[in-house]
């Protein structure tokens, strides 16, 4: 039976992290809302809310590799907040992947195994993640 309390985890398909975390979400039994955020967009205060949960910067959040943040000036030292913010809004690929909420907290889940941190349970082992290392093993237990 799947948990009934609420999980999140904003999600990008075509990314290996991304996969395994809800891979390793539907194994630990959870049934999570998935948010293709690249089609649905962010709004501003969706951001502030996620970013503020996750203890977060927007700096911090940002995607520099295989987004467009180079391009649009937004690597450079000193670039505000509410720039990196506006951009995020209009670039949805701007913000950095998957970010995860669960009633135990809320995290940007890189690396993959982050995500284990919010969770009641453990998934059943054993579990690698996207580059073959094992992070449970074979008795269900968390691997450092």
């Known amino acids: ?5 609420p999980v999140v ?6 990314c290996g992290t991304s996969r395994n975390v809800l891979a390793i979400l539907e194994a630990a ?5 998935v948010i293709l955020y690249l089609e649905t967009g962010w709004t501003r205060p969706q951001l502030l809310g996620l970013f503020a949960a996750a203890g977060l910067t927007p700096r911090a959040a ?6 467009p943040a180079a391009e649009l000036g937004l690597l450079e030292p000193g670039v505000p907040e509410d720039v990196l ?3 995020m809004v209009e670039h949805p ?11 135990r907290g809320v995290k940007l889940c890189r690396p ?7 969770l009641d349970r453990l998934p059943p082992g054993p579990f690698r993640k996207e ?3 094992l992070i449970i093993d074979a008795d269900g237990r968390r691997l450092a």
């Open 93 to 103: 690929v701007l913000v950095n992947r998957p970010i995860v909420c669960t009633p």
């Open 112 to 118: 993959s195994q982050t995500v284990l941190d919010l």
């Open 62 to 67: 940002l995607r520099e590799t295989k987004s």
């Open 131 to 133: 580059d073959g290392e």
């Open 29 to 33: 039994n959870c049934r999570p809302q």
């Open 85 to 87: 913010i506006a951009a």
């Open 9 to 14: 985890i904003h999600h990008n398909p075509s």
């Open 1 to 5: 039976m799947a948990d009934t309390f």
